[in-house]
């Protein structure tokens, strides 16, 4: 599932922040820190995740850090739905 | 005494930092009322220079209007200075309220609360009428007063591109579950010039179940046949649930912002908007002088006709010289430049050649996105662009990019 996963993220990060100019991103690629996300976007790409695989990320949970590159993203996401069972 | 040395240091390093990346920003003193001539001392300490505004958002020049100055001297001495209390308790005269009800029939609401300023309505609006329950979502290029209203409000907040409507039905889809969605924009974007896609957006939002609001600051009084706003330009007007306007541009230029939409909304603001409750309201004095700008232009549309047509003269002049230009048709024209020093250098240039206009760079705009915001006045005469035409013509020749492209310039100054 993972390799799956961050590339369903990379996608979804690429299609909804980039612009059609931008460098093409790496599944490290500081998202927030970086400046590609801003935290009030970070909104969408997290509603994205839990409708996708039927997961709730609590708030303390989807901080600028666990967001900031689409390993880590994909580690999150990995997490909670696994704890799903 | 609290005030420490570690103190002082960390802030004075903190300053330095902003000098030594380049983004200090130093006030350039007038000395003169504002308008399309100006007298000016700079740097401070400098003999004063006069020269061409290029840069106020005087749309109309109306903020040194004999008659709006006439006005506001009439209203210094029939209402007095000041109201020494917010609006609820004693600070409402009946000229407030007057002008209430002459932006309702202007920009073609339901009602209207005055605020302090824009700044103030941005600020006060989201939380007057949102709940957690509610999500807003913005375009990703709104004025920064918009965003921080937003970050004041418990509503979740996403964004969308800029001016993508495709875009915009998807999060509207995505955040379907919420109780209200709310859209918000600006109707012209102050630092492109270019304007808001009011109605495709007013009919997806109608498909959506979805409120719109738009902050008219730099469309009011000019954008439209009558220059209601952006929302006459689109064949909206009445189909908009929230404006929020100034009369700190276009309407007098001195300060002072509103909410202007559907009755429920702007009483909620009455009831719960912060900046409404807790400062005074716009000072008789100013509610005087754009009263009288309400009747200039609701009388005539002699002041916005000119200005388009100066505005149609500026563009055309600047394309021709070769300069790389922001799309649009609004008299906010930006010069592109892409880097900051540049536009820095380029600024300084036109200054000394007696024209005004500033250069704007990160975090003002995206980062190699450096540019000179030119903006047109109906002050302006044809000889006051034919001189700034002269003088951008020959800075650009001095700096080698007339005729270039945005790779070219880049190639020669860096992003």
């Not at chain 2, 705009?365 to 002269?390: F, Y």
Request: charged share 25%; hydrophobic share 40%; aromatic share 8%.
């Amino acid at each position: 599932m993972a390799e799956e996963l961050k590339d369903i993220v990379l996608k979804y990060v690429t299609k909804e922040y980039l612009e059609d100019d931008s460098e093409p991103l790496t599944y490290d690629s500081p998202l927030i820190s970086g400046g590609i996300v801003d935290s009030f976007s970070m909104v969408s790409l997290k509603r994205f995740l839990e409708n996708r695989y039927q997961i709730a990320i609590p708030d303390e949970d989807a901080s600028p850090e666990a967001f900031d590159s689409v390993n880590k993203i994909a580690a999150l996401v990995e997490r909670f739905v696994a704890k799903k069972g | 005494m609290a005030y420490s040395d570690k103190i002082r240091g960390t802030y004075q390093g903190q300053l330095k930092g902003i000098q030594d990346a380049g983004l200090f920003k130093q006030e350039r003193f007038i000395h003169s009322p504002q308008a399309a001539d100006i007298e000016v001392e700079f740097p401070a300490g400098a003999p004063l220079k006069k020269v061409i505004n290029m840069c106020a958002n005087n749309y109309l020049g109306l903020s040194s209007h004999p008659d709006v100055v006439k006005a506001a001297h009439d209203g210094l001495d029939s209402r007095g200075y000041g109201m020494s209390s917010v609006r609820f308790i004693c600070g409402t005269q009946d000229i407030h309220r007057e002008l209430e009800q002459k932006l309702t029939q202007f920009l073609g609401t339901e009602d209207t609360l005055l605020f302090p300023s824009c700044m103030d309505a941005n600020a006060g609006v989201f939380e007057a009428i949102l709940t957690k329950d509610d999500v807003i979502i913005s375009d990703r290029l709104v004025h920064a007063s918009l965003v921080d209203g937003i970050r004041l409000c418990s509503a979740m907040h996403d964004t969308i591109k800029h001016s993508d409507m495709e875009h915009l039905e998807e999060k509207l889809q995505l955040h379907a579950d919420k109780r209200f969605k709310l859209v918000v924009t600006d109707g012209v974007f102050s630092m492109d010039g270019d304007t808001a896609k009011l109605d495709e957006m007013v009919r997806i939002c109608e498909k959506y179940d979805a409120m719109v609001l738009v902050d008219e600051s730099h469309s009011s009084g000019f954008i439209g046949k009558t220059g209601r706003g952006t929302h006459e330009k689109c064949g909206v007007v009445g189909q908009i649930d929230v404006i929020t306007t100034t009369f700190g541009k276009a309407l007098g230029g001195a300060s002072g912002g509103c909410v202007s939409g559907r009755r429920e909304l702007v009483e909620m603001c009455r009831q719960r908007a912060r900046p409404y409750l807790f400062s005074n309201t716009i000072a008789p004095v100013v509610v005087a002088g754009v009263l009288k700008v309400m009747d200039i232009i609701s009388k005539s549309t002699e002041r916005r006709d000119k200005l388009e047509k100066n505005a149609a003269y500026w563009r055309k002049g600047l394309t021709e010289a070769g300069f790389v230009l922001k799309e649009g048709d609004t008299p906010i024209i930006p010069v592109m430049l892409f880097n900051a020093k540049l536009a820095q250098d380029v600024s300084r240039a036109l200054y000394d050649e007696g024209i005004y206009a500033i250069g704007f760079f990160f975090p003002v705009v995206p980062q190699s996105q450096a540019r000179i915001r030119t903006q047109i006045s109906a002050g302006h005469e044809i000889h006051h662009l034919d001189k700034a035409l002269a003088a951008f013509n020959k800075v650009g020749q001095a700096f080698d990019i007339l005729g270039k492209t945005k790779q070219e310039i880049i190639a020669k100054y860096g992003m």
